[in-house]
Antibody, heavy 122, light 107 residues
Framework: QITLKESGPTLVKPAQTLTLTCTFS??????????VGWIRQPPGKALEWLAT???????HYSPSLNSGLTITKDTSKNQVVLTMTNVDSVDTATYYC??????????????WGQGTLVTVSS | EIVLTQSPATLSLSPGERATLSCRAS??????LGWYQQKPGQAPRLLIY???NRATGIPARFSGSGSGTDFTLTISSLETEDFAVYYC?????????FGQGTRLEIK
């Protein structure tokens, strides 16, 4: 059974760095084809993809946020960490981590965490 | 970046009716388009991948079609639990992009 859960601060000040952790079970990020992504959703708005990481360390980032994002994995802890620097109020959103649909040729997300709401405010 | 435009923004129907949701891509994406359902306070749920493949556990009343730039999600006979927001997503090119959503509401 695949599960994912996001954790991190609920409130961050503008210009600070946001660090979110996705802790997962039921799969391994050392297995060929496995990947995890981060997606966010501002209140009342649409989904926005942020970053993805493959089992082989291949990474992709949203170009609109590229310079401020870093995604890493810790396979010993079954965790994926997303770091976002210099946050702003527009980064207030629910942040989801999600598992890649392994048997498709690309990136769809078949298992999602419950999401964590992050508010950026002074 | 590929822009996905969903229509209509809101669709009002009654249980038992047929729902047709559209997603148009700004560039051709082949068949590399998926659909998600999201209910209030919940994470999205993958319904369809690669235009017409139902994800595991998705009822047969959900079907997807289309290729290139125009795609459709059809719900053949609406159940009360189907009233939600639906998003399309393309995986043809980086960055992954989502549409702005269609809200399916009870009439």
């Amino acid at each position: 059974q695949i599960t994912l859960k996001e954790s991190g601060p609920t409130l961050v000040k503008p210009a600070q760095t946001l660090t979110l952790t996705c802790t997962f079970s039921g799969f391994s990020l050392t297995t060929n084809g496995v990947g995890v992504g981060w997606i966010r959703q501002p209140p009342g708005k649409a989904l926005e993809w942020l970053a993805t990481i493959y089992w082989n360390e291949d990474k992709h980032y949203s170009p609109s946020l590229n310079s401020g994002l870093t995604i890493t994995k810790d396979t010993s802890k079954n965790q994926v960490v997303l770091t976002m620097t210099n946050v702003d109020s527009v980064d207030t959103a629910t942040y989801y981590c999600a598992h890649r649909l392994t048997y498709s040729g690309g990136w769809y997300f078949d298992y999602w965490g419950q999401g964590t709401l992050v508010t950026v405010s002074s | 970046e590929i822009v996905l435009t969903q229509s209509p923004a809101t669709l009002s129907l009654s249980p038992g009716e047929r729902a047709t949701l559209s997603c148009r891509a700004s560039q051709r994406v082949g068949s590399y388009l998926g659909w998600y359902q999201q209910k209030p306070g919940q994470a999205p749920r993958l319904l369809i991948y690669d235009a017409f493949n139902r994800a595991t556990g998705i009822p047969a009343r959900f079907s997807g079609s289309g290729s290139g730039t125009d795609f459709t999600l059809t719900i053949s006979s609406l159940e009360t639990e189907d009233f939600a927001v639906y998003y399309c997503q393309q995986r043809a090119n980086w960055p992954i992009t989502f549409g702005q959503g269609t809200r399916l509401e009870i009439k």
